[in-house]
């Protein structure tokens, strides 16, 4: 050491920096092989097995040197296999860039962000994670090594071809400055002449000085970001927790492993791996990377049989195109909450079969956002615009809604959006469909020799109109037409009917997933006309309305059509649904009969109503006429109760001291838990479900949905019964009793 650093007349040989050994400074200079190894074995740091990556016979007795190597392999291959090792990486990283000096970070060629440790300890990450069961990673140089991960498709070519160019810059930059003045130095120069000297020394003419700056810059930036991905995504973690053999089984033992996580047609979930990662193809090696990992993320589920079998599908559509097994690879927790996703829901497995394309909105950063219905409207009147065949138009249409439905089903079955996020973002694209569907019907009939002779506003009610829609719920829907100047009544309801009858044609061409619109709330039901004019419902509600009707509206909210339309109507409506007298006893006897005979004449025929979400005592009916009432009664009074939402009306009637504390919360917590459990039924099965279930199975995947944990699906039924009838106990005080 002292030969080589010695300073001569013709200078120095070369540092030799001896701090890498077994306990650094403190340690020993020289060890015997057998030391060295009992060292690795005992007191090892997760670091010091990442520095043996570059390990290699330089100088001295080979075979000594061979026998070291031979010695330590098991051990540095084996290293990824430690508890928290990738977090330790990762922590080391972000200690060698904390202590690099403030002042001089925005300089480093080697230590600072986007600079050479960036690209190497992204590639030794990865080598020592995937290396354990791919020799052909294993080697010492950090180029090499990055050429064999983009081959076995562990890194994206365009990536791997990004880091190759940038790590090559990189080291010529630090060479053409060190071999400036023979500078040890790591850092780029900032004097103009010195930088115009680095720009001609690569070959710069024009602005050298400024154009080696922007190179150098442009390249950091582009290693700094495919760093944060490689080396901070989820899926290393994950694949670093298997063990050497989850990734080398036999096809009996991977059988034998797939039943050991809950697999239940062990031999069917093989067939399917093999056919995802049989070949030489880059697309079964990036799967083969993958699936060990997702395995367990589906096992985690439970039906991890149908996540499978979905993912194959899925992978079958989209497996060719470029950024799908790219974006599970690289892109932050794509890969996890698509196991997830698909090992919890069948109707999400089912949607994503027909729309697979969506998956990308798990890549996306802000795919998990719920988009307002004026956005979503902008979106499907565009492209049914750009179809001149209406059916075409709302094929458009529902293809675009089906990739809606999807963010909205990935956001709640992630927990990324709340049970009340989930009902307003169902309402809003509902309203959207609605009115991209009634745009196109206006254009159809609107279209003729005669132009357009009305005017048409569709009204959200029930759900739809509170926004509180269940990814199972109809639509219901009145809707209003105004004759335009001049134009005769008959003239006018004729074509306001063949608007709306061509608006419920649309709306049902979107698709097997398509929205229904129910009408059976207008006046006279299914008896009376689809649509009638404003002076109509005006004759009707003053003479024929029953008190039930005046209810309905409560929730009466514009979805689409002419908003001047809507202030007309709500004038007309806002006397009868807010009184300013409240309801008298006679009013309020109707209702509490009205509300009896919905419990005994629409409740399922063999249903038990203990367990029935939305009729049964305790569901979500319960809640809504306690809620209406009281808006009823008060709303005129306590303008905070007109609102068309029953949690809105809940949180309105509590404030103003007509709901206890207590009470409130009780109606709030059954309202919530009675609507989740109700789309978690849809969720699970793909099919509707209004009860509780009752298969111990069935229990436990709804159970999983609501954030039950694994296993306690026999409480389900008991949890809910005990909810139910407590919020039961406050409806008949506040509903039955109250004067």
């Known amino acids: 050491m002292k030969a080589c650093a010695a300073q001569t007349g013709e200078g120095t040989l070369w540092p030799v920096d001896a701090a890498l050994r077994p306990e650094g400074k403190a340690g020993p200079l020289v060890r015997t092989v057998a030391s060295h190894k009992a060292y690795y074995e005992r007191w090892a740091k997760t670091w010091e097995f990442q520095a043996l990556l570059k390990a290699w016979v330089s100088a001295g007795d080979r075979e000594v040197g061979i026998a070291y190597k031979d010695a330590l392999r098991s051990m540095i291959w084996g290293a990824a296999g430690r508890e ?47 290396g354990r069961h791919d020799e052909s990673l294993r080697s010492a140089t950090t180029l090499q090594a990055l050429h064999a991960l983009a081959s076995g498709g562990y890194v994206g070519r365009e990536d791997a071809a990004t880091l190759d160019a940038a790590y090559r810059l990189l080291r010529t930059l630090e060479h053409r400055i060190q071999l400036y003045r023979l500078r040890r130095t790591h850092l780029m120069p900032t004097a103009p002449d010195e930088l115009r000297v680095l720009g001609r020394a690569l070959g710069l003419t024009s602005k050298p000085a400024e154009a080696v700056v922007a190179m150098w810059q442009s390249q950091a930036r582009e290693v700094r970001r495919i760093h944060e991905r490689l080396f901070y995504r989820p899926l290393l973690a994950a694949a670093a927790r298997l063990s050497s053999d989850d990734t080398s089984l036999s096809p009996q033992q991977a059988r034998e492993r797939l039943a050991a996580l809950g697999f239940r047609d062990p031999a069917g979930a093989m067939r399917h791996l093999e056919t995802l990662t049989a070949g030489v193809s880059r697309r079964a090696a990036i799967q083969r990377t993958l699936l060990p990992v997702m395995l367990s993320w589906f096992a985690d589920e439970a039906d991890p049989d149908a996540g499978l079998l979905a993912f194959r599908r899925v992978s079958d559509d989209l497996g060719s195109i470029h950024w799908y097994l790219k974006m599970l690879r690289d892109e932050g927790s794509a890969a996890e909450r698509l196991a997830h996703v698909l090992g919890r829901s069948r109707y999400a497995a089912d949607l994503l079969i027909r729309a697979p394309e969506s998956v990308s909105i798990l890549g996306d950063p802000d795919g998990l956002r719920p988009r307002s219905q004026e956005s979503l409207a902008i979106t499907l009147r565009s492209a049914a615009a750009r179809k001149d065949n209406p059916d075409k138009a709302m094929a458009a249409v529902g293809a675009l809604r089906r990739h809606e ?67 199972a719920s109809d639509a219901d829907v009145m809707v209003i037409h105004q004759p335009r100047p001049g134009v005769s009544d008959e003239a006018a309801h004729r074509q306001g009917l063949a608007i709306v009858q061509e608006l419920v044609r649309l709306v049902a ?231």
């Open 405 to 471: 439905l999807l963010r909205i089903v990935f956001g709640d079955l992630t927990g990324q959006f709340a049970a009340d996020q989930v009902g307003a973002a169902l309402a809003d694209l509902a309203g959207a469909t609605v009115e991209a569907a009634l745009e196109v019907a206006t254009r159809v009939v609107g279209g003729g020799e005669d132009g357009l002779l009305v005017d048409v506003l569709v009204v959200g009610m029930g759900s739809l109109g509170g926004r509180e829609l269940g990814y």
């Open 84 to 130: 928290h090792f990738v977090e330790d990486v990762q922590a080391m990283r972000r200690r060698v860039e904390q202590h690099v000096p403030a002042a001089e970070a925005a300089r480093q060629l080697k230590l600072g962000p986007g600079g050479l440790r960036d690209v190497e300890f992204s590639v030794q990450l990865l080598q020592l994670v995937h």
């Open 509 to 739: 061409a979107t698709g097997s997933d398509a929205l229904v619109l129910d009408t059976d709330l207008r006046p006279e039901g299914k008896n009376g006309p689809l649509t009638r004019s404003l002076a109509s419902y005006a004759v009707y509600y003053d003479r024929w309305a029953l008190t039930w009707e005046f209810q309905a509206l409560l929730r009466a909210r514009p979805i689409a059509g002419d908003r001047g339309l809507w202030e007309a109507f709500a004038a007309l409506i806002d006397p009868l649904r807010y009184p300013a007298a409240g309801l008298d006893a006679t009013q309020v006897r109707e209702i509490r009969t009205m509300k009896a005979r919905v419990e005994s004449e629409r409740l399922p025929r063999g249903a038990d109503p203990r367990t029935h979400l939305k009729l049964g005592r305790g569901g979500l009916t319960d809640v809504e006429w306690t809620v209406q009432l009281l808006q009823l009664r008060h709303a005129h009074e306590v303008p905070s109760l007109q609102t068309p939402g029953t949690m809105a009306g809940l949180r309105a009637a509590t404030a103003a001291g007509l709901v206890g504390e207590e009470d409130s919360a009780t109606l709030a917590a059954a309202y919530e838990n009675a609507s989740r459990l109700r789309n978690a039924n849809l969720l699970w099965r793909g099919r509707p479900g209004d009860a509780v279930p009752t298969d111990i199975r069935d229990a436990d995947g709804v159970g999983r949905i609501v954030g039950r944990a694994p296993g306690t699906g026999a409480g389900l039924m008991e949890d809910y019964l005990r909810a139910s009838r407590r919020a039961r106990a406050v409806t008949e005080s506040l509903f039955y009793e109250s004067q």
